[in-house]
């Protein structure tokens, strides 16, 4: 079991509609968790992190974290062509290293 | 200071030829991570640093590989021999150890070919 999965998509959604995200960890002892954006040929850029179960909201983007289920997810409201790229989920590890998921390919359609 | 810089950005080499690649992490952070990331996968941990001391080596690592950051300020990733394998974009992280110290920022990366 990879200690943090995703769904590989392709997630495709209508352009203005909420994209669901989503993610899972196996270490109970993770502490942080990350989501970062990957447009194709670039490098992953941090959108949000969250440390505490519940939701956290920053403009169109909200994470949500439940430890009870490890689960952790990203919810981005009134999609744009521009949200199209690859979502990667993080859980933080000792001294601050990354473990990634796969990442979630998300297409937004005009 | 612009953000973590990565040197090359695109290497092409033949089997079994040594590469080394640099970073340049943001100057006020102390920590520097070595990832790689092949096509369709995330980025996977190799190594990190605090200030000079490498702390942390991916048990994946290849003895191949190896990383120095002598002085604590940028950082190189060097690879023997090297494999087809190998190809992969190789992405270098900074961050600063401290209440916030896994807000990790990514240089743009590495990518090698190895033919």
């Known amino acids: 079991q990879k200690e943090v999965e995703q769904n590989s998509g392709p997630l495709s959604v209508p352009e203005g509609a909420i994209a669901s995200l989503n993610c899972t960890y196996s270490d109970r002892g993770s502490q942080s968790f990350f989501w970062y954006r990957q447009y194709s040929g670039k490098s992953p850029e941090l959108i949000m992190f969250?440390?505490?179960?519940g939701d956290k909201e920053d403009g169109r983007f909200t994470a949500q974290l439940n430890k009870a289920s490890q689960y952790v997810s990203l919810l981005i409201r009134d999609s744009q062509p521009s949200d199209s790229a690859t979502y990667l989920c993080?859980?933080?590890?000792?001294?601050?290293?990354?473990?990634f998921g796969q990442g979630t390919e998300l297409s937004v359609k005009p | 200071d612009t953000g973590v810089s990565q040197d090359p950005r695109h290497k092409i080499t033949k089997r079994g030829q040594n590469v080394t690649f640099r970073c340049d992490p943001i100057?006020?952070?102390?920590?520097l991570y070595w990832y790689r990331q092949t096509l369709g996968q995330g980025p996977e941990f190799l190594t990190y640093f605090q200030n000079e001391a490498q702390l942390e080596k991916s048990r994946l690592l290849s003895d191949r590989f190896s990383a120095e950051r002598p002085k604590g300020s940028f950082s190189t990733l060097e690879i023997q021999r090297t494999e087809q394998g190998d190809s992969a974009m190789y992405l270098c992280?900074?961050?600063?150890?401290?209440?916030?110290?896994?807000?990790?920022?990514f240089g743009q990366g590495t990518r090698l070919t190895v033919v």
């Open positions: 969250i440390y505490s179960n």
């Open positions: 993080a859980g933080g590890g000792r001294g601050g290293k990354l473990i």
């Open positions: 100057s006020e952070h102390n920590r």
């Open positions: 992280a900074s961050s600063l150890a401290g209440a916030m110290d896994t807000e990790a920022f």
